[in-house]
C-alpha cells in the first residue's frame, strides 16, 4: 500500500508540474499568436497622377500661325548701311562736341516711321543704328583726327545713299511716283497756243512767227515768204494768210516786144 501511495504522489506531482509548466507557457505562446494584429500596415503603392494634358486633343497650327513672307526690298542693303552710318555719325558728332541734340537719332525715327512697316524690318533698322553707334564707341573715346576724318566721311556716304533713295522713291509711305501723261502732238495742236515772242527767240532759218519756210509736205516750196512782225501787246502775232490770187507762182509772161 505504500508503494501505491508513493506513485500517486509522485503521478500528481508530475501532473502539477506539467500544468504549472504548461500555465507558464499559455500567455507567452498567446501572445506569439495575437501578434500579427499588432504589426503596422505595409504602406500600399501610390501611383503616380498623369500629367495634365495627356487626354487632349494635339494641337493642331492654324493657317494663320504661318509667319508672314518676308517684307525684304531691293534697296533694303542701302537703307541699313544708312541706319548705321546715323548711328555712327550721331556718336562722333557729339564726341567732337557738335551740340546737335537728337538731330540724328530724330532722323533714324523719320526712317523707321517710313520705313518700319513690319515688326522684323523695325528690329533691323534699330539694331543697324545702334552698331554703328556702339562700333565707334568701342573705337573713340576722344575726338581725334581719325575721328573727324571718320565723320566727313560717314557724312559723304550717307548724303549720296540719301540722294539715291530719294530719286528712287523708295519710301513705302510715298508709294509710287505718278506720272503726268504727256500732252498729244493733235492736242497741241487745236488748243491754239503760241510762244510768247518777247520770251522766245525764233530758230535760226524761221520767220518771225517762228514757222519754217518748208512746207507741211517737207519739200521746199517756191511761193514768196510773206513776212509779219508782233504787235505792240508781247503776243506774237500769227502770219496773214496770201492773197489767193498771188498764191501761186509769180507771173512768167512775157511782154510783147514793141
Not at 513672307?69 to 541699313?80: A, Q, S
Not at 552710318?85 to 532722323?107: K, M, N, P, S, T
Not at 520705313?115 to 564707341?137: H, I, M, P, Q
Amino acid at each position: 500500500m505504500g508503494q501505491v501511495k508513493r506513485r500517486l504522489v509522485r503521478l500528481a506531482f508530475g501532473a502539477l508540474c506539467l500544468g504549472w509548466v504548461c500555465m507558464a507557457f499559455a500567455p507567452a505562446a498567446e501572445a506569439q499568436f495575437f501578434w500579427w494584429f499588432d504589426q503596422p500596415k505595409a504602406a500600399k503603392p501610390r501611383v503616380k497622377p498623369k500629367p495634365p494634358g495627356d487626354d487632349l486633343p494635339p494641337i493642331v497650327p492654324r493657317e494663320s500661325s504661318v509667319p508672314p513672307p518676308p517684307d525684304d526690298r531691293p534697296y533694303d542693303n542701302k537703307l541699313m548701311r544708312l541706319a548705321e552710318i546715323l548711328g555712327a555719325v550721331h556718336y562722333l558728332r557729339e564726341l567732337c562736341g557738335a551740340q546737335e541734340g537728337q538731330i540724328w537719332r530724330d532722323q533714324m525715327k523719320e526712317i523707321l516711321r517710313n520705313e518700319g512697316t513690319t515688326a522684323v524690318r523695325r528690329a533691323k533698322l534699330v539694331n543697324s543704328f545702334n552698331d554703328g553707334y556702339r562700333g565707334y564707341r568701342r573705337t573713340y573715346r576722344t575726338c581725334t583726327q581719325s575721328a573727324t576724318l571718320a565723320t566727313t566721311r560717314f557724312s559723304t556716304e550717307g548724303a549720296t545713299i540719301a540722294a539715291s533713295l530719294a530719286q528712287g522713291s523708295t519710301f513705302a509711305s510715298k508709294g509710287p511716283v505718278e506720272t503726268k501723261p504727256e500732252a498729244s502732238p493733235e492736242a497741241t495742236q487745236t488748243d491754239g497756243a503760241l510762244p510768247d515772242a518777247n520770251n522766245e527767240a525764233p530758230a535760226p532759218g524761221t520767220d518771225q512767227t517762228g514757222a519754217t519756210p518748208e512746207a507741211s509736205s517737207g519739200a521746199p516750196s517756191s511761193e514768196p515768204k510773206p513776212s509779219s512782225e508782233p504787235d505792240q501787246t508781247g503776243d506774237s502775232a500769227q502770219a496773214p494768210p496770201p492773197d489767193p490770187v498771188d498764191a501761186g507762182a509769180p507771173d512768167t509772161q512775157e511782154e510783147p516786144p514793141d
